[in-house]
């Protein structure tokens, strides 16, 4: 089993900026591929940006290409996303996900751990 514990959202502003984490505990060479998804309400979860532990191969959607940066510290077992110009429709929850293979799905039914999801809130 993988345990992933997600941190670091909250209140910001519209323009600001939020690193969220991400601890991997557990079985954690089955976390290769590291995914960032997010909820709003009403709507469906949707990826927003995923990594690879074996190549450190990034893969963004593009609402978000050019303002959020995901990385990982395999040493502490941790994965970051870094959110900066935030806007209104930035708001939602955030989830951390994990899967085993090697590559990076956006698919959220392709990931086999899911954390608890952190909320997110930009005003405007």
């Known amino acids: 089993q993988v345990q992933l514990v997600e941190s670091g959202g909250g209140l910001v502003q519209a323009g600001g900026s939020l690193r969220l984490s991400c601890v991997v505990s557990g079985r954690t060479f089955s976390s290769n591929v590291m995914g960032w998804f997010r909820q709003a309400p009403g709507k469906e979860r949707e990826f927003a940006a995923g990594i690879s532990r074996s190549d450190g191969s990034t893969y963004y959607a593009e609402p978000v290409k050019g303002r959020f940066i995901i990385s990982r510290d395999n040493a502490e077992n941790t994965v970051y996303l870094q959110m900066n110009s935030l806007n209104s429709e930035d708001t939602a929850v955030y989830y951390c996900?994990?899967?085993?293979?090697?590559?990076?799905?956006?698919?959220?039914?392709?990931?086999?751990?899911w954390g608890q999801g952190t909320q997110v809130t930009v005003s405007s």
């Open positions: 996900a994990a899967r085993e293979g090697g590559t990076i799905p956006s698919r959220p039914a392709r990931y086999h751990y």
